[in-house]
């Protein structure tokens, strides 16, 4: 067996606080936090990072804490179902906890229900995290005065366009590209360049961030220390997570974000989803729930999109809403992303 020494570990920890946006904040914010690394690998990195920060009032999900291939406790330890967390909920209910933490098992995804002002939780999703991430770093290093020089933040294509919105206020460059690996990509390209500083933030919305070039993956450690450090700022300021993305609602409009997944098992499934792309691309939709279809973005034509060919479909509707059409790389299901734009929720549901 070999293991990674302590100077490696600690490099990781001194470049991941190094993007701290406002550090010795957390230190006397008073943050009361419930964390579960769902059985996986992530307390120690994880609560060495918050230890760091100087967040002290954490709370450790027993039934979760020691890593446990089986995962006795939920039916798939994925902080996007509700079931995996519900413990932690009930922890964070009981302590009334500023917001839950929980990492996946290989500690590169995270997931957080926040508190609410009637002390219900509220699961944010990946797009509202990553959008809130996003505005929480541009606002605070320009005001401290470490925003780069032409910045730049990536995302993939499936992810919402809120985030080009935020992006496009601050004067950040936003890159779509197709998965989390393209965004490694990106840091490589501009690291080439001698460039690498202005990456500022990478995301996904199925819960993937990353603030540095350290490593080119999702990473939850740094994204667990910046919403930490981001809801102990808006905690000083008399404010909250779930308010502040109230505002980014406000100021921008109200994006709405929904998934359908379709499957096709057996033998003829494979082929039963490429006559589903085949007659999607042969058979051009001029509309989609009664609204026009203003523009199809085949990704299959690299010469359109600058990105590597994909087999995924973007019809971009009147109105500003889009719907994204894929199969999925891993399991035999075509996804569906829907993105809508209303004036309030109701509108955009």
Not at 112 to 134: A, F, H, M, Q, T
Not at 200 to 208: D, L, P, R, T
Request: net charge negative; charged share 25%.
């Amino acid at each position: 067996i070999q293991y990674v020494e302590d100077d490696c570990c600690e490099a990781l920890y001194q470049a991941i606080e190094s993007r701290s946006v406002r550090p010795g904040l957390c230190a006397t914010a008073g943050l009361k936090l419930v964390y579960s690394p769902l059985n996986g690998s992530g307390l120690v990195p994880v609560t060495r990072i918050l230890k760091d920060l100087g967040i002290t009032d954490v709370t450790i999900v027993p039934e979760q804490k020691d890593p446990d291939g089986n995962f006795p406790t939920c039916p798939y330890p994925n902080p996007e179902i509700f079931e995996a967390l519900r413990l932690g909920l009930e922890l964070a209910e009981k302590s009334g906890a500023d917001l839950m933490l929980a990492t996946d098992p290989d500690a590169d995804r995270v997931g957080i229900p926040v508190r609410c002002k009637d002390g219900s939780y509220e699961l944010l999703s990946g797009n509202e995290v990553g959008v809130l991430l996003l505005d929480y770093i541009c606002a605070g290093r320009i005001e401290k005065g470490t925003m780069p020089a032409n910045p730049v933040m990536v995302k993939s294509i499936v992810s919402t366009p809120l985030a080009d919105k935020v992006a496009a206020h601050y004067g950040v460059e936003c890159r779509n590209v197709l998965t989390f690996k393209w965004i490694g990509d990106q840091i490589a390209k501009l690291e080439a360049a001698g460039e690498v500083e202005r990456f500022i933030f990478g995301f996904e919305e199925s819960y993937g961030y990353l603030a540095g070039s350290y490593v080119r993956d999702k990473d939850a450690i740094i994204g667990s220390m910046l919403i930490c450090e981001m809801a102990a700022y808006y905690r000083s300021i008399g404010s909250s997570i779930k308010e502040e993305l109230e505002r980014i609602y406000r100021e921008y409009g109200r994006y709405l974000n929904k998934v359908d997944s379709f499957e096709f098992e057996g033998l003829s499934g494979m082929d039963k989803m490429a006559k589903i792309m085949a007659d999607l691309r042969a058979d051009h939709l001029t509309e989609i729930a009664g609204y026009k279809v203003e523009k199809v973005t085949d990704y299959k034509k690299p010469e359109e999109t600058g990105l590597p060919a994909a087999n995924v479909l973007i019809y971009s509707l009147e109105g500003g809403a889009s719907v994204i059409v894929r199969p999925s790389g891993t399991e035999p299901k075509i996804k569906a992303y829907y993105t809508t734009l209303g004036k309030d929720l109701a509108e955009a549901q």
